[in-house]
C-alpha cells in the first residue's frame, strides 16, 4: 500500500514540475493582474469618457422593466436591467482580447511561422547534404573498384592491403 502511495506522490510531483503546468500557473498569475489593469482602463478613462458625452458614467446606466425603481430601505423597488454594468464588461472583454491578440497572438503566430520556414529550408539543406554524401560515397566506391583492377571487383569484401598480406597500391 506504501508503495502505491508513493508512485500516487511521485507521479503527482511529476505532473507538478511538468513545464505546461508551471506555465499555465505563470499564465493565470499574470491575466489576473491584466485583467486589474484593463478593468482599472474601462473604470477610468472609458467610463467618464461615455459620461462626458452622455449624462453619467458608463456603469449607471440602467432601464427599469417594472415600476417604480426606487431604493426605499435599502431595497430596489422594481426591476431594473444594469445594461451600462453590461455593457462596461463587454468593453473589458474587447479591450483584453485585443490586447492579448495584437501583443500576444499575432507575434507568437509570426515567430512560429519564422521557425517553420527556417526548419523547412533546414531539412532541404540536410537532404541535400545526405544526397551530395551519398555521391561523395559512390565516388569513393567507384575509385577502389578501379584500384583494384577489372577481376578484382568480384564482391570479396576486402579493402586493398587490409591482411592480404601485399601491399598497399599507393605505397
Known amino acids: 500500500m506504501s508503495a502505491k502511495k508513493e508512485s500516487l506522490l511521485g507521479g503527482f510531483?511529476?505532473?507538478l514540475m511538468?513545464?505546461?503546468v508551471i506555465d499555465l500557473a505563470v499564465a493565470v498569475v499574470i491575466g489576473a493582474a491584466f485583467t486589474n489593469i484593463v478593468n482599472s482602463?474601462?473604470?477610468g478613462i472609458i467610463?467618464?469618457?461615455v459620461g462626458a458625452f452622455g449624462t453619467k458614467d458608463l456603469e449607471s446606466y440602467t432601464s427599469c422593466i417594472k415600476d417604480p425603481c426606487k431604493v426605499v430601505n435599502g431595497e430596489m423597488q422594481g426591476i431594473e436591467l444594469q445594461w451600462g454594468l453590461v455593457l462596461s464588461s463587454i468593453l473589458s472583454f474587447l479591450i483584453t482580447a485585443a490586447v492579448v491578440y495584437f501583443l500576444m497572438v499575432l507575434p507568437m503566430a509570426k515567430i512560429l511561422a519564422k521557425r517553420a520556414a527556417h526548419?523547412?529550408?533546414k531539412e532541404g539543406v540536410?537532404?541535400?547534404m545526405e544526397i551530395s554524401e551519398l555521391e561523395v560515397l559512390k565516388e569513393i566506391r567507384d575509385h577502389l573498384v578501379a584500384q583494384r583492377g577489372?577481376?578484382?571487383g568480384s564482391g570479396s569484401g576486402s579493402v586493398p592491403g587490409?591482411?592480404?598480406g601485399g601491399a598497399h597500391p599507393t605505397s
Do not use: C, H, I, Y
Open 13 to 15: 510531483k511529476a505532473f
Open 18 to 20: 511538468r513545464g505546461n
Open 150 to 152: 577489372p577481376g578484382a
Open 162 to 164: 587490409s591482411g592480404g
Open 126 to 128: 540536410q537532404e541535400t
Open 119 to 121: 526548419d523547412k529550408a
Open 41 to 43: 482602463v474601462v473604470k
Open 47 to 49: 467610463n467618464p469618457l
